[in-house]
């Protein structure tokens, strides 16, 4: 495997990415990108300079995985957005991987914290359908895990949560917010 950056004459690997934005989040996020147009839209934006657009390779040129960076303060905390494996090819360290990867790029970038927001727009954690504007830290202190919902992931790779945005994706649907110190 070989991580790269994307850019905008790899046409094949564009369309690649944007077809995997649909895959990888057709699942669980409804409001994700639901057809190949919205994913090169969003592939597209992800590749001008200031930003960091990543893309996990095999040794036949076939994208595995895909990986984004939008700086935020300064260039002080960069948003990582998106981050998406193909479906297939998950749980065998391609995502651990690209976020490592993404790590590099932005510490060389001087930045200093990575953050990244994670919805729960189906109960897949104990924060969705509960009110989060009571004992907000309580609940976060004793988040579950209910079905495989990416937390947990970046977690284990060291990020935080640092908040919640109750209701952001309707009634009982909330944004987890995560970070992590930049080493």
């Given at each position: 495997?070989?991580?790269?950056?994307?850019?905008?004459?790899?046409?094949?690997?564009?369309?690649?990415?944007?077809?995997?934005?649909v895959d990888a989040f057709r699942e669980h996020?409804?409001?994700?990108?639901?057809?190949?147009?919205?994913?090169?839209?969003?592939?597209?934006?992800?590749?001008?300079?200031?930003?960091?657009?990543?893309?996990?390779?095999?040794?036949?040129?076939?994208?595995?995985?895909?990986?984004?960076?939008?700086?935020?303060?300064?260039?002080?905390?960069?948003?990582?957005?998106?981050?998406?494996?193909?479906?297939?090819?998950?749980?065998?360290?391609?995502?651990?991987?690209?976020?490592?990867?993404?790590?590099?790029?932005?510490?060389?970038?001087?930045?200093?914290?990575?953050?990244?927001?994670?919805?729960?727009?189906?109960?897949?954690?104990?924060?969705?359908?509960?009110?989060?504007?009571?004992?907000?830290?309580?609940?976060?202190?004793?988040?579950?895990?209910?079905?495989?919902?990416?937390?947990?992931?970046?977690?284990?790779?060291?990020?935080?949560?640092?908040?919640v945005v109750p209701d952001a994706n309707g009634?009982?649907?909330?944004?987890?917010?995560?970070?992590?110190?930049?080493?």
């Amino acid at each position: 495997m070989d991580i790269k950056d994307l850019h905008a004459f790899d046409e094949e690997l564009i369309r690649q990415a944007a077809q995997l934005l649909v895959d990888a989040f057709r699942e669980h996020w409804a409001d994700a990108w639901q057809t190949f147009e919205e994913g090169l839209e969003e592939v597209r934006e992800m590749l001008v300079p200031e930003r960091i657009l990543r893309a996990a390779v095999d040794a036949d040129g076939n994208l595995l995985g895909v990986i984004g960076g939008i700086p935020q303060y300064d260039g002080r905390v960069w948003e990582l957005h998106p981050l998406a494996v193909q479906p297939s090819m998950q749980g065998r360290g391609i995502g651990r991987a690209l976020v490592m990867d993404f790590e590099e790029q932005v510490r060389q970038r001087g930045g200093l914290t990575i953050t990244l927001g994670t919805d729960d727009e189906d109960n897949m954690t104990s924060l969705a359908g509960v009110d989060l504007y009571e004992n907000t830290w309580e609940k976060i202190r004793d988040i579950r895990n209910l079905k495989r919902h990416p937390y947990t992931f970046y977690q284990k790779m060291g990020f935080v949560i640092t908040g919640v945005v109750p209701d952001a994706n309707g009634r009982g649907k909330p944004d987890i917010y995560m970070s992590k110190m930049v080493e």
